[in-house]
């Protein structure tokens, strides 16, 4: 399994980013996506879930603001950034579950993680 993630870039607050990251090597409709970040100096944490039937989760900082899809034809799943603020700056990680269907938030549930993408949110 290969995850390849994209996107990711520097934009002043307010501004807005869109993540995709392609699976490759698994079938991709089954399965449970998650975004995660990390900033410096933080534990990584969870953003974004979406099952294999598009049932999403979202945590609290981001809920409102970000949007996660899937487009299975594509192997890919998004995500939108809207609104950015300057704490939303990490690196920004894709992840699979191959044992969940529902959406999940833990991260120690993900099997395969993709190399991450750096997001950079100024004042």
């Known amino acids: 399994v290969q995850l390849q993630a994209s996107g990711g870039g520097s934009v002043q607050a307010g501004g807005s980013l869109r993540l995709s990251c392609e699976a490759i090597?698994?079938?991709?409709?089954?399965?449970?996506m998650g975004w995660f970040r990390q900033a410096p100096g933080k534990e990584r944490e969870f953003v974004a879930t979406i099952s294999g039937s598009a049932n999403t989760g979202y945590s609290d900082s981001v809920k409102d603001r970000f949007s996660i899809s899937r487009d299975n034809a594509k192997h890919t799943v998004n995500l939108q950034m809207n609104s950015l603020k300057p704490e939303d700056t990490a690196v920004y990680y894709c992840?699979?579950?191959?044992?969940?269907?529902?959406?999940?938030?833990?991260?120690?549930?993900?099997?395969?993680w993709g190399q991450g993408t750096q997001v950079t949110v100024s004042s």
């Open positions: 992840a699979v579950a191959l044992d969940y269907a529902r959406a999940i938030k833990a991260a120690s549930l993900y099997n395969c």
């Open positions: 090597g698994i079938t991709f409709t089954r399965y449970v």
